[in-house]
């Protein structure tokens, strides 16, 4: 694709991302708030697993190229802690480790080796504790942040990002889950809007939350059998 193609697709991507970021956020407050997600959901989150990195230069057509623009390790390459802020909100700190496929299209061309390595900070609402009817295994969340990449091929060097992320959680137990998630990765350069560095990052893997400890109310009696009264009457002595 010619250069005004590749402009195009680049708005299209960022508009896409923008309106479902809007909508989003318009369900979760055209719904009323649970009562009964007042708790604490949890203190942290670990999560861990394998990380695929779209940066070919035609990303929106090619999004899902898993032969000719995929990038992955086949061993698990990403982890992320997670750290309950207040109700709806957290802090996260999400790092990755690529290495180019020979067979992988980067940038235009085959062959590139080498690898891309990311840390990142997001600011993440979990839509969960906000929409009513929401089961509580189901957990999808929005998150902004931003973040530094570094890519060891073909002079690339460290990059500074704005990153979007979408994903969900799905929680099978208190403490365990899976989740997946897309992360869109914009470079802060001059050439912003067309340059080779903006890339898409997909995360999945398997999630372990900590859970906020129970708090002993003093004013309640800790055992049962001292609320009843003593039954047996003391036999008068002579």
Known sequence: MDHTTSLYSSRISIALCVLITVFSISVCYSQPANQNRKKKPYTWIFSGGYVVVNDNEEKLPNLFDVQGSWNYAVYPSYFSINKFAKKGFSNEGVFSFTPYREEAIVNGKIGTDGFLASANYAYK?????????????????????????????????????????????????????????????????????????????????????????????????????????????????R
């Open 125 to 237: 609402f979990n839509i969960n504790q906000f929409v009513k009817n929401m089961p509580q295994d189901i957990d999808p969340f929005i998150a902004v942040g931003g973040g530094l990449t570094y890519r060891f091929a073909d002079s690339g060097g460290l990059c500074a990002t704005a990153n979007l992320h979408l994903g969900i959680n799905f929680w099978v137990s208190k403490h365990w889950g899976v989740q997946a998630q897309s992360i869109g990765k914009l470079a802060l350069v001059q050439d912003i809007y067309t340059g080779p560095r903006d890339y898409v990052q997909f995360t999945a893997g398997v999630t372990y939350r900590t859970l906020p400890k129970k708090r002993y109310n003093r004013d309640k009696r800790r055992y049962d059998w001292t609320r009843e009264r003593n039954r047996y009457k003391r036999g008068d002595s």
